[in-house]
């Protein structure tokens, strides 16, 4: 069913019971419930982690969305939110922290570092975002984004909820999700993906 | 107004005619001293002629004359000027005694020097890399070590500026094509070196009781994902029952490589990288790095510039100290609340610094020889409602719905407890060093900008505990706020900048280092200069980072639940400790 037609599902409704029933799909009532309850990972890399901790206090309150239930375990979280620079040693720790969160799970990258190494991006031990790693749902561009910025980015992350369908999403496919790989701490950091890569390179020279 | 003592003369050359000579390059200053006679000399200066504080380590490559270079600056903690000594080495043989018996606090500097500019510390008890991690190539700060993304020695890059064809840099260097990995390296066969290291610098692993049972200690790990680590921080602990037998504070996970972006960088673009180093207390960095340079351009900066300053880096100081409480209180289990209260205050001080500088966090402010703009219009009639009216009731209101309460006392009295003596020791700085009974304070023991001009306590507490800890930060709100409603009654008008505004600035060669009370301790900047457009050397005195080499001698006996209180208490910033 369409978005548009979920309110007018084309089915009547007898007038003695129009006050207490109504007719939805299940897409719309599941995401109404996820996307109103978000629980985000207790997660601070940075300076971007002080502005998250702005807005969730009680000039901004993003509680007014369903989000003020941060928790400090990855088994109990929905959203990660990276809020600052992911550096080198830190990437094998944000992977396990990512694999250890059930389904479904969204990763908010807030701010330039997590978007896209930022104005660290040149260092030698930054990674040039969080999206090198993990899939990001939702960029948040700022240094650091403004606490409204974030609610900006939250709510898009919520209409990004409503879009989804039960039958489509990967997490109800059939068989296992497979774990994102976690990096190796080398020489440099190695993705597991590039290491036929620089086994050919070390080979030809 | 207590003056600072003067300093006797000194002359370190009569004292040890061989091995000492004065450093007569020219902008440098300081002494010399031949590398087998370091921990001497330093002995003598420690017990001689008074130099208890060793504030600063920092390495320096001189690739030209194909020597390292380590730079101390040791001050006394009664006050007045500091002293710097150097030891030089040949870069390929780069080993220096360490000073770890005469000044503990130089444990971690050390450690940091070891790991980013490969100089090895003979007789250093645990010298591992500290902010890279085991198995990491090469030490990064060599000037020839050229990182993945390496593009050209300075900037601005001839490809960005003046053509304007900019590009991404993994589109113009490939992800591995700069890193350097060593000939035996073979990937699929890799072994990450994991932690032995770091568990084998923990003190002992075995006991056997009075029984004769034998029992394994346990090792705990905090961190470097947990909500009371302020961060990315890890700590990493050896229990017996519940009882630390030894901690190790295991940082790292947020190291931005401030210093090698700041060589490349030139003067300006660095003061918004200083902004990210303490995020809390932007202004105080700024102030701390400006102080650095116009000391090497040799310039003065404006009255109204040098009042609108102090404002702004006591306004810091009193938002980070307001939101240190209330983290602290978080940690000790009053969960958010008291935060609540301290962030809704943090937030007016925030608003100040949108409307003078643009940005609630990341200021920008400071340039060299002045500031980026004046005080928007009304501006000056906030910060007066606020330093007169709104905070010194609100710092009243919390001090008494928190002080006294009995949760916060049982856990706080007695407990962590780091005496004068120790705090001296390893360098402590801060409110750290002055709840140890220490009234050491740079704006008093040696005053910069016009901090002479005000009237103000330095605040110190006796005991040295946490709770001395946390109400110290009470005291230096109050003193704050005395600093703020002197200066904005007494700001004249005028100029705010010396000279006109520039993009490049000429900085002529040699070395200064320029240090501020921050909120967090002493903020050092070393810098030194070769006349380019860029720092050839640019380094930092985290006090964050330095602060916690006490860390792990204060938690050792207390219980794994102290540790977390232990740690509020000392207030770190990941952003300064990794830099």
Redesign the interface.
């Given at each position: 069913m369409e978005n548009k037609d979920l309110n007018s599902p084309g089915y009547e409704i007898p007038d003695d019971i129009k006050g207490s029933v109504s007719i939805t799909s299940i897409d719309r009532i599941y995401n109404w419930g996820r996307r109103s309850s978000i629980w985000p990972l207790m997660f601070g890399l940075a300076c971007c982690a002080i502005e998250m901790i702005c807005t969730a206090a009680s000039r901004y309150d993003f509680s007014r969305f369903g989000m003020e239930v941060m928790r400090p375990s990855p088994r109990q979280a929905d959203m990660m939110l990276v809020s600052g620079t992911v550096t080198k040693k830190m990437a094998p720790t944000i992977v396990r922290l990512y694999n250890q969160m059930p389904e479904p799970k969204y990763v908010v990258a807030m701010g330039a570092c997590a978007s896209g190494g930022g104005p660290f991006k040149e260092g030698y031990s930054v990674v040039s975002g969080v999206d090198k790693l993990i899939p990001v749902d939702v960029y948040i561009p700022g240094c650091p984004p403004t606490p409204q910025a974030l609610i900006n980015g939250l709510i898009k992350l919520q209409e990004l909820i409503d879009t989804q369908s039960i039958k489509k999403v990967r997490w109800y496919q059939k068989g296992e999700l497979a774990a994102v790989p976690i990096p190796i701490l080398g020489p440099d950091l190695i993705y597991q993906r590039d290491i036929p890569a620089i086994s050919d390179a070390k080979k030809e020279a | 107004m207590v003056t600072p003592a003067q300093a006797p003369t000194l002359d370190l050359v009569t004292r040890f005619p061989e091995g000492v000579v004065a450093d007569e390059r020219e902008g440098y200053e300081g002494y010399l001293v031949a590398a087998d006679k370091l921990v001497e000399v330093a002995t003598a200066l420690r017990d001689e002629f008074g130099f208890d504080y060793l504030s600063s380590v920092s390495g320096v490559d001189y690739i030209a004359e194909e020597m390292l270079e380590v730079v101390y600056h040791a001050y006394k903690t009664i006050g007045g000027p500091g002293l710097v000594f150097k030891v030089q080495v040949a870069r390929k043989k780069a080993e220096v005694p360490s000073l770890m018996d005469v000044y503990p606090g130089v444990d971690f500097q050390e450690r940091e020097a070891w790991d980013l500019m490969g100089i090895n510390f003979l007789g250093h008890p645990d010298l591992r890399r500290i902010?890279?991690?085991e198995?990491?190539?090469g030490h990064?700060l060599r000037k020839d070590w050229k990182?993945?993304?390496y593009?050209a020695d300075v900037k601005p890059f001839k490809s960005r500026w003046p053509e304007g064809n900019f590009f991404r840099?993994?589109e113009k260097a490939t992800?591995?094509a700069n890193?350097?990995?060593?000939d035996k390296?073979?990937?699929?066969k890799?072994v990450?070196e994991g932690e032995d290291a770091l568990y084998g610098a923990l003190a002992k692993y075995e006991d056997v009781d009075n029984t004769g049972l034998k029992t394994d200690h346990i090792t705990i790990n905090l961190g470097?994902?947990?909500?009371s680590t302020h961060?990315?921080f890890r700590i990493a602990t050896i229990l017996d029952g519940e009882t630390i037998v030894s901690l190790k504070p295991v940082m790292?996970?947020?190291?931005?490589?401030h210093e090698?972006?700041g060589e490349?960088n030139t003067y300006l673009q660095n003061m918004?990288?200083t902004d990210?180093l303490d995020?809390?207390s932007s202004m105080s960095n700024n102030f701390g790095y400006a102080l650095a340079v116009e000391k090497l351009m040799n310039i003065e900066v404006p009255e109204r510039a040098e009042y609108i300053r102090v404002i702004m880096a006591e306004m810091t100081r009193v938002q980070n100290h307001l939101?240190a409480i209330g983290m602290f209180l978080n940690d000790i289990g009053a969960f958010f609340t008291p935060?609540?209260y301290a962030?809704?205050e943090?937030?007016l001080v925030?608003d100040i610094f949108e409307i003078v500088s643009g940005s609630?966090?990341?200021c920008n402010y400071f340039r060299f020889g002045g500031l980026a703009r004046d005080l928007p219009a009304g501006s000056l009639e906030m910060i007066k409602g606020l330093a007169f009216e709104r905070l010194p009731r609100r710092v009243d209101e919390m001090d008494r719905f928190l002080s006294d309460n009995e949760i916060l006392r049982s856990r706080c009295v007695g407990q962590g407890v780091l005496s004068a003596e120790d705090a001296i020791k390893y360098a402590a700085a801060g409110p750290m060093l002055r709840a140890s009974g220490v009234p050491y304070d740079i704006r008093r023991a040696d005053p910069y900008s016009i901090y002479d001009r005000f009237d103000f306590d330095v605040a110190v507490r006796y005991n040295g505990d946490i709770y001395d800890r946390y109400i110290i930060r009470m005291d230096e709100i109050r003193q704050s706020l005395r600093i703020i409603q002197q200066a904005v009654e007494q700001i004249p008008e005028g100029p705010i900048q010396t000279g006109k505004p520039q993009y490049q600035v000429r900085v002529p060669a040699g070395e200064a280092y320029g240090r501020v009370e921050g909120p967090k301790g002493e903020l050092g900047f070393y810098v030194v200069s070769d006349g380019k457009p860029n720092p050839y050397r640019y380094h930092v005195r985290a006090p964050s980072f330095i602060n916690l080499t006490a860390f792990g001698p204060m938690c050792t006996g207390l219980k794994i639940a102290d540790v977390v209180a232990v740690l509020g208490s000392i207030d770190i910033v990941?952003?300064e400790t990794d830099r």
């Open positions: - | 902010l890279l991690w198995g990491f190539e990064p990182e993945a993304y593009e840099s993994e992800y591995q890193v350097q990995y060593p390296f073979d990937p699929e890799w990450p470097p994902q947990h909500p961060g990315v790292g996970y947020l190291h931005r490589n090698k972006i490349r918004p990288f990210r995020y809390l939101f935060s609540l962030i809704e943090r937030e925030l609630r966090m990341m990941l952003g």
